[in-house]
């Protein structure tokens, strides 16, 4: 909290001493750290960096909302879509994990086939879902390669055999394996 408020110091100069004039700074400071407290470093990064573009240092309600601003659903769910299509290739990059997961939830399905105005109600309920319970919810998974079309495998015969091969003896070597194979 004390690099936060020295943050502020550098930022807002005397501002931030007129702001809290006439007040107990330590729970101020108390009531800061308090409320800050289910953020991640990340959200708290993003305040401080909003607060550039302000010329008055703000309350904590105020940044509060600089941490994690409201979110846009409509530009969220274009992202969702965008990463939807690069995930096939392995290139995906979610920005957070509340909207991987809604993505999930939402179906990649229909992300790919759906406009916007016929998502909007289900996708806005969905993510908003996400995004206030977003520190419980597990990280992005690493995509599954698909597995090629029937057909269109590219081991040859003798790798297969060899595999197989492999297989036997290390089901023949299970102890716990009681089928005869």
């Not at 969220?76 to 990059?93: I, K, L, P, Y």
């Not at 509340?98 to 909007?120: G, P």
Request: charged residues 25%; hydrophobic residues 45%; contains cysteine.
């Amino acid at each position: 909290m004390e690099r936060l408020f020295a943050e502020f110091e550098l930022l807002y100069g005397s501002r931030l001493a007129d702001l809290w004039r006439g007040t107990d700074v330590r729970g101020v400071k108390e009531n800061w750290r308090s409320k800050l407290a289910g953020l991640s470093v990340g959200e708290v990064r993003r305040g401080v960096a909003a607060c550039l573009a302000r010329p008055w240092p703000p309350t904590l309600p105020e940044f509060l909302q600089l941490c994690r601003p409201p979110a846009d659903a409509e530009s969220m769910f274009a992202e969702a879509q965008c990463q939807v299509s690069r995930r096939a290739f392995g290139d995906d990059h979610w920005p957070c994990k509340a909207l991987y997961w809604a993505a999930v939830e939402f179906t990649f399905a229909d992300l790919r086939s759906l406009a916007w105005q016929n998502a909007r109600a289900r996708w806005t309920r969905i993510l908003t879902a996400k995004l206030a319970h977003e520190h419980e919810l597990a990280d992005v998974p690493r995509p599954v390669p698909a597995l090629p079309a029937p057909g269109q495998a590219l081991t040859d015969v003798h790798t297969a055999r060899m595999r197989l091969q492999e297989i036997k003896a290390l089901l023949k070597n299970n102890p716990t394996n009681t089928s005869n194979t």
